[in-house]
């Protein structure tokens, strides 16, 4: 924790324009980070509407997996990293010292590129955060089987796994890992779901079912995105940012901005014409 | 140009040259690894032949004594020899051969041992693994592994001269050489085969488990206990074995510390012997071809046969995490 510092506001940045009919779910002010001396997110200023579903696209390197992994401080992990500026969550800045990191993380979930279940059951896999916080205690047997229950239906698995619940999670199919791995957010009730490429490691039958499972999410969570893939970007997303060397160079309406972007190197990029 | 040419030509025919040579060793080379590999299964195979034809005696009751010509010497009662906590080898009147209370001798040091390295070993893994960063770690890793250099009538040479006094004046007991000096001595002995054994498995854990404990919310110590833990139960479960197995095998420092005397054990405080120790020390004195001497080799057998049984579960298990990890 000690490696993160806050400054707080002694810069002033412009103000930023909310159009007041839309609810902001993650807003950062002049977010810079360093991994030792070097800089990989450079003021970086976004809005993220709430209970949509928001894309970051941009070339490999470009920070996008870092300004991701900012939204639930889990980048605090290695010991070089060192930030500045403000990320407010729910009108919460979550750098300020009265902010339990576990509460964040409870209400600011993460899926990851690379399907992480954890090597126990598909039952205790649902189950898993729960667990961690306090409300699992009071819980009777049959409440947690509901819990289970709900979220594998809200992913769709409840049917294909509802008989062999004690099995091994490691044993789905990474397609199924990757659903497991976003039931297992919901008992939670997050507010915020963050993905990393979560499709990348699936195939084409996967990243469809996959897809359609984010889309269901909308409304419900504000989903955050990161994605190489500019037709799943263009399918799924409902906003997008567009990322170069650290930097926010575009950001707007999904199908705006692929009609028509308003920057050169936006236009470059999802023409394929970059990295 | 020109210079560079020739060069690479005889660059290239030294190559060749080598080249050659490789090929007519080969088969010299793989011969001799196999022959490696080979000699370190057939020396224990005859080292487990020579220990159990040295105590088949002592069973059969036929004893060979050259020129093919058999001899009947006494039987051993097997029943006496597994049941009676009497080991008085050397009676004139009638010895008694009963290991009873020697192998309550080493199960109850050992156990005692992996009371204490256990904890500690598993402690000292997740901390090297987990906790500890960069210098100090790698001090704490070598520190550990020298650990491990210390010959083991060194540490019998701890229990007797440190340990010794210092239970006598903790516990005020009148002699300090027991189980409890015999298990905190031998649990340091195995303490460094249980961190390092266990920090491997610990550290092929991959890292994305250990983010997405932590995305869910876990801090470290939920982290370790709840992802780590079941993750890496396999390679801890062999690092325990393994360091039971140390605990068993072991001679010298029991011989030193546990006070080396046929008791029944019924506190931490009581002296026992150890069927290591006793084989130790009494095989020097033991007429060949005596009972005696037949008997203490059985002892080895049995000790084989528990080494055996230990390494091959651990084995086992190892192989288990090997399987999963192609999953
Ligand atoms: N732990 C780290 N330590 C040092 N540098 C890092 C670390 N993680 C990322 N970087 C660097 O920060 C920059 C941004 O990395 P990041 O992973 O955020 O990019 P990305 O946009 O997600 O790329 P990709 O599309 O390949 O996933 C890269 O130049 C990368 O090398
Ligand atoms: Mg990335």
């Known amino acids: 924790m000690s490696t993160i510092a806050t400054e707080s506001s002694t810069t002033q940045y412009p103000p930023v324009e909310i159009s007041l009919a839309d609810e902001l779910s993650i807003q950062t002010r002049g977010l810079n980070l360093w991994y030792g001396d070097f800089q990989a997110l ?60 576990r509460q964040l993380r409870r209400s600011v979930g993460m899926v990851f590129q690379r399907p992480n279940p954890l090597p126990i059951s598909i039952f205790d896999n649902v189950l898993f955060g729960m667990g961690l916080h306090d409300a699992h205690k009071s819980l009777s047997r049959s409440e947690r089987a509901d819990v289970v229950e709900m979220a594998l239906r809200e992913v769709d698995l409840w049917n294909t796994v509802k008989d062999r619940l004690k099995a091994r999670a490691t044993t789905l199919t990474l397609e199924q890992q990757q659903k497991l791995c976003i039931a297992r957010l919901l ?45 799943q970007a263009r399918r799924a997303t409902d906003e997008c940012i567009f990322m170069l060397l650290g930097e926010i160079i575009e950001h707007s309406k999904t199908s705006e901005m692929f009609l028509n972007p308003q920057h050169e190197k936006t236009e470059m990029y999802i023409q394929g014409r970059y990295g | 140009m020109s210079e560079t040419t020739p060069t690479v030509d005889s660059d290239f025919s030294l190559r060749r040259g080598i080249q050659k040579v490789v090929d007519f060793m080969e088969p010299a080379i793989v011969g001799l690894i196999y022959l490696c ?19 088949l005696p002592a069973i059969t009751g036929i004893e060979e004594i050259g020129g093919g010509v058999d001899a009947e010497v006494e039987k051993l009662d097997l029943v006496e020899f597994t049941t009676s906590p009497k080991w008085i080898p050397e009676s004139a009147k009638k010895p008694t051969f009963g290991i009873l209370a020697l192998m309550l001798g080493t199960l109850s040091v050992t156990v005692l041992s992996m009371v204490i390295a256990v904890p500690l070993g598993l402690g000292a893994a997740v901390y090297v693994s987990e906790f500890a960063k960069g210098k100090s770690r790698e001090i704490l890793k070598v520190l550990i592994e020298l650990l491990a250099a210390i010959p083991s009538v060194v540490w019998g040479f701890i229990g007797l001269v440190v340990m010794n006094p210092m239970i006598v004046d903790v516990t005020g007991e009148p002699v300090g050489l027991n189980i409890l000096n015999a298990g905190i001595v031998l649990a340091l002995m195995s303490v460094p085969i249980i961190v390092s054994v266990s920090e491997d498995a610990l550290r092929a854990v991959p890292d994305s488990f250990r983010e997405a404990g932590i995305a869910l919310g876990a801090n470290r110590w939920e982290m ?11 390679g801890l479960l062999a690092a325990v074995l393994l360091g039971i197995g140390r605990g068993i095998g072991e001679t010298m420092a029991v011989l030193m510390c546990t006070g080396h005397s046929v008791n029944m054990p019924t506190s931490i405080f009581d002296p026992v012997r150890t069927l290591t120790a006793t084989i130790a020390a009494e095989l020097g004195e ?5 009972m005696h001497y037949h008997t203490l080799f059985l002892i080895g057998v049995v000790l084989f046969v528990f080494a055996f049984v230990i390494n091959l579960t651990a084995d086992l298990i190892v192989k288990g995490i090997k399987v999963q990890g192609n999953e």
């Not at chain 1, 390197?61 to 900012?70: D, E, F, N």
């Not at chain 2, 033991?286 to 005596?290: E, K």
Request: aromatic share 8%; with cysteine; glycine share 8%.
């Open chain 2, 224 to 234: 370790v206990y709840k992802v780590l833990f079941p993750a890496a139960k396999n």
């Open chain 2, 37 to 55: 590999g080979w000699s370190a299964i057939i020396f224990v195979m005859a080292i487990f032949f020579f220990v159990f034809k040295e105590s």
């Open chain 1, 42 to 101: 450079m003021d970086v200023s976004v809005n993220i509407k709430k209970g949509i579903i928001t894309g970051l696209i941009g070339p490999s390197g470009c920070g996008k997996t870092t300004l991701l992994r900012c939204f639930n401080r889990i980048n605090e992990r290695y010991g070089n990293v060192r930030t500045t500026g403000d990320i407010e969550i729910l009108d919460k800045n979550i750098y300020d010292s009265d902010v339990s990191v």
């Open chain 1, 187 to 231: 008992p939670l009730k997050p507010d915020i779901i963050l993905m990393d490429e979560p499709c990348s490691a699936l195939d084409a039958e996967g990243i469809e079912k996959v897809e359609n499972l984010i889309e269901s999410l909308r409304d419900e969570y504000t989903v955050v995105i990161v994605t190489h893939n500019m037709a």
């Open chain 2, 286 to 290: 033991a007429v060949r071809g005596d």
